[in-house]
């Protein structure tokens, strides 16, 4: 910024300044440079404004910017029937990831198995949290196995985010 006398510079994010620094260059400019080393996840889409004022009689002049964020998901959660699964019943399981940006790629294992090659998986995203669904029709094989969801955000993916449920299959008795 310039101008006469020399403007005063201040960042600042709604009513908190995080920066009043300054320092002239011999061509007249005066430059304030925002330097913030860790920023937590409550700066995302906060609005940072460069305020120049150079006396009380003259209205101050901003420049803004919107500060946008990658973030790792924070909470997966799976939601299953709470008693135990009847065999030959199908079932929905609801899987809820919260806090990633851009939205996760949602996954559903069933044992060992990559669960979406067996079963059909949709998934929703909305602001802030993606919500994967799968469709169970219990059997046998099912009792006493893991279903587990997992949300990864792309740009991260070496740190996908996981929940898991022991499935509880009831059938009756099978003579042998």
């Known amino acids: 910024?310039?101008?006469?006398?020399?403007?005063?510079?201040?960042?600042?994010?709604?009513d908190e300044v995080l920066d009043a620094t300054?320092?002239?260059?011999?061509?007249?400019?005066?430059?304030n440079q925002l330097n913030?080393?860790?920023?937590?996840?409550?700066?995302?889409?906060?609005?940072?404004?460069c305020y120049a004022s150079n006396s009380?009689?003259?209205?101050p002049t901003s420049a803004s910017l919107?500060?946008?964020?990658?973030?790792r998901p924070l909470v997966t959660k799976v939601e299953a029937p709470i008693?135990?699964?009847?065999?030959?019943?199908e079932y929905d399981m609801r899987c809820d990831s919260a806090g990633s940006r851009p939205h996760p790629n949602m996954t559903w294992t069933l044992?060992?198995?990559?669960?979406?090659?067996?079963?059909?998986?949709?998934?929703?995203?909305g602001v802030n949290i993606s919500t994967s669904r799968v469709r169970l029709t219990a059997s046998r094989r099912h009792h006493g196995q893991r279903l587990t969801c997992t949300a990864v955000n792309p740009l991260f993916p070496a740190s996908p985010v996981s929940d898991t449920i022991l499935l509880n299959v009831?059938?009756?008795?099978?003579?042998t």
């Open 83 to 89: 008693k135990g699964l009847r065999v030959g019943r």
């Open 66 to 71: 919107t500060v946008t964020m990658n973030l």
């Open 1 to 14: 910024a310039g101008g006469q006398p020399p403007p005063d510079l201040v960042w600042m994010t709604q």
């Open 170 to 175: 009831t059938y009756p008795p099978v003579a």
């Open 56 to 59: 009380n009689v003259t209205t």
């Open 111 to 125: 044992g060992t198995t990559p669960a979406a090659h067996t079963l059909l998986a949709t998934t929703e995203h």
């Open 36 to 49: 913030l080393l860790r920023l937590s996840r409550t700066f995302h889409n906060a609005i940072l404004t």
């Open 22 to 31: 300054e320092e002239s260059r011999s061509s007249g400019i005066t430059v």
